[in-house]
């Protein structure tokens, strides 16, 4: 075929065995997608001063190549190029991704005559000067023995990405099976998607914790899920936003693998150094075959400073039945005065309180006497009523603003001795 000054599409063809150029333009506008291309021994296409858009075709050579002179506005994407070279004698093409490329004996895969340069690896072919270049692969395409059809493992499987970005009638491949197979998938790299794969369950997740019911917290937070993935091992990442619409929240881990089918995961947070706020958490679940799946936790996670415990240091002994419990008092943002409640219980859920003295209430055995500035210093308060020998305690305190008990400190424990 050969064309001058024209606006073709030249789509869902095959040709084979032919020993002259396939295609020839010159001057041309030219859309060229959904071919095959099989045991050509001359230059597949040749192709000078025009502007082409090469997509989603399978080009099978023997000793053959593609030529590209003088280019301008060139996409080429989603092809498979098996035995195949791409020569070029102009600047290069504007997009170069997502194609797969094999040369059993040879690794130049694309050469640019004008800079000098053959791209002869992976890494190279998705780093090309001066191009939107990306997801190009070097491998095997694994075609069935009809050169057309691709084998259930073929690396070209899922990925491939939207065509209908540079064809907007890209919508169907070469057999008019709907792009991508199946439905919310992923698309494949050639004329073709695999059918013959079994079909893929898409992953689930949902975001259990924060449910925003007493959910605050200053040092760390446990984040919640339940997740599901029959198919594969699908990989988990979290964020943080300041809302629950948009997924356009900040980090919080990525990698993190699913876990077993009805079981919930959990993610311990580190969030000391994380603004004070109200925050929702979002989970992103991607199995690398269907599109990922989001989910935003149920209510927000509040984030605000904590009570620092000092003394009885956690997991140590006192010789002393009426200890004085000491902690760092506080800083907010509002300024308020602050009252204490210290909880002593025998139970590390607190179950079973045993003494909660309340400064609001009663300030004997507070020092300095509450309500007291915040970020001030120390507070101390000694027990008046004594505690038994050779028992475990623990202990934590709470922070009242005038309105609540709005703040808390972490759960330590210790142990009385003689």
């Not at 919508?171 to 008019?176: I, M, S, W």
């Not at 002994?317 to 008092?329: G, L, M, R």
């Amino acid at each position: 075929m050969y064309a001058v000054n024209s606006i073709i599409d030249f789509k869902d063809n095959i040709m084979y065995n032919n020993s002259i150029p396939d295609l020839l333009f010159s001057n041309d506008t030219v859309n060229i997608y959904n071919n095959f291309f099989s045991n050509n021994l001359s230059e597949i296409i040749q192709c000078g001063s025009s502007e082409i858009k090469l997509i989603n075709n399978t080009i099978n050579g023997v000793d053959c190549g593609v030529l590209l002179d003088n280019l301008y506005n060139s996409i080429i994407v989603n092809n498979v190029f098996n035995n195949i070279k791409i020569i070029e004698y102009s600047p290069g093409a504007n997009v170069f991704s997502n194609n797969c490329f094999y040369i059993p004996d040879n690794n130049h895969y694309y050469s640019n005559v004008n800079m000098n340069i053959c791209f002869t690896n992976e890494e190279q072919l998705n780093s090309i000067p001066d191009i939107a270049c990306g997801g190009n692969i070097v491998a095997d395409p694994m075609m069935e023995p009809d050169m057309i059809h691709l084998q259930p493992n073929s690396p070209c499987i899922n990925a491939g990405i939207d065509p209908r970005a540079y064809i907007s009638e890209l919508t169907n491949d070469f057999f008019g099976t709907r792009r991508p197979y199946p439905a919310g998938g992923r698309y494949d790299i050639g004329a073709v998607e695999a059918t013959n794969i079994l079909l893929n369950t898409a992953p689930a997740i949902s975001v259990i914790e924060p449910d925003g019911i007493n959910d605050k917290a200053g040092k760390t937070y446990t984040i919640t899920w339940r997740d599901s993935d029959p198919d594969n091992d699908a990989q988990i990442s979290l964020y943080y936003d300041t809302d629950s619409t948009g997924y356009d929240g900040t980090l919080i881990a990525d990698g993190l693998s699913e876990d077993a089918d009805s079981t919930n995961g959990s993610y311990t947070w580190n969030i000391s150094a994380v603004p004070r706020g109200s925050y929702y958490i979002y989970a992103r679940i991607d199995d690398g075959v269907n599109f990922p799946v989001y989910s935003y936790s149920p209510g927000p996670l509040t984030i605000q400073n904590m009570i620092s415990l000092i003394y009885p240091l956690n997991n140590t002994s006192v010789h002393n039945i009426s200890p004085t419990f000491k902690w760092e008092i506080p800083g907010e943002e509002n300024n308020k005065t602050l009252h204490f409640q210290v909880q002593i219980a025998d139970d590390e859920a607190f179950t079973h309180v045993l003494h909660a003295f309340e400064s609001k209430n009663d300030t004997l055995g507070f020092s300095p006497i509450p309500p007291v500035q915040q970020a001030k210093g120390n507070q101390y308060y000694t027990i008046l009523k004594k505690l038994g020998y050779d028992k475990t305690y623990y202990w934590r305190i709470r922070g009242w603003n005038g309105t609540e008990y709005y703040i808390d400190s972490e759960i330590w424990r210790f142990e009385t001795r003689r």
